[in-house]
């Protein structure tokens, strides 16, 4: 869909009323959003986007939020941390929020080692959904053990300004994909 097909669905869609959109899903980093991004602000749209903060991208100062995403060494994919520099640099005057999916001590002190590189921006830290994504199987208690070692743990080390909760479409549709 072209740009003003998006803003003009997004207003059917809400009979009128200017909303907060989200970007989100793969990277939507790698398209290009400008013309959304304009059109939409035109109309009364804000636009937050998710992304792992490897494809810094000089609109990215025309959000509302960005939330970064970086994945941690549970994910088994590297850090670009020059590229997640550079995203957190574009977004000057943006709100942005840091989210880090934790299934470890090693996804932990990732996300330290994110909280002391990059001071600002809220920081949330998620507990990992240990069921594989092949399956539609969701592990509520492992994900309760978890939520309960990662508030431990970001206790012991006084990190009292992170907010920890799970994955809210992970308890509503577990490893469901969408269609």
């Given at each position: 869909m072209a740009a003003q097909q998006i803003v003009d669905e997004i207003f059917r869609l809400t009979n009128d009323q200017p909303i907060l959109v989200t970007l989100s899903g793969g990277n939507p980093a790698l398209q290009p959003l400008q013309e959304l991004l304009q059109i939409g602000h035109e109309r009364g749209l804000t636009f937050a986007l998710e992304t792992q903060g490897s494809k810094p991208r000089e609109w990215f100062s025309r959000l509302d939020h960005l939330v970064l995403s970086p994945k941690p060494p549970s994910s088994l994919m590297e850090t670009d941390w020059p590229a997640l520099r550079e995203c957190a640099r574009l977004a000057s005057g943006v709100e942005i929020v840091w989210k880090i999916v934790v299934f470890d001590e090693a996804d932990y002190l990732f996300a330290r080692q994110v909280r002391e590189n990059f001071p600002r921006g809220r920081f949330f830290l998620q507990p990992g959904n240990a069921a594989?994504?092949?399956?539609?199987?969701?592990?509520?208690?492992?994900?309760a053990t978890r939520t309960e070692w990662l508030l431990a743990r970001a206790m012991q080390d006084g990190w009292l300004d992170a907010t920890i909760l799970p994955q809210v479409h992970t308890l509503l549709w577990g490893n469901k994909r969408g269609v």
């Open positions: 594989t994504q092949a399956s539609d199987e969701f592990d509520v208690a492992g994900l």
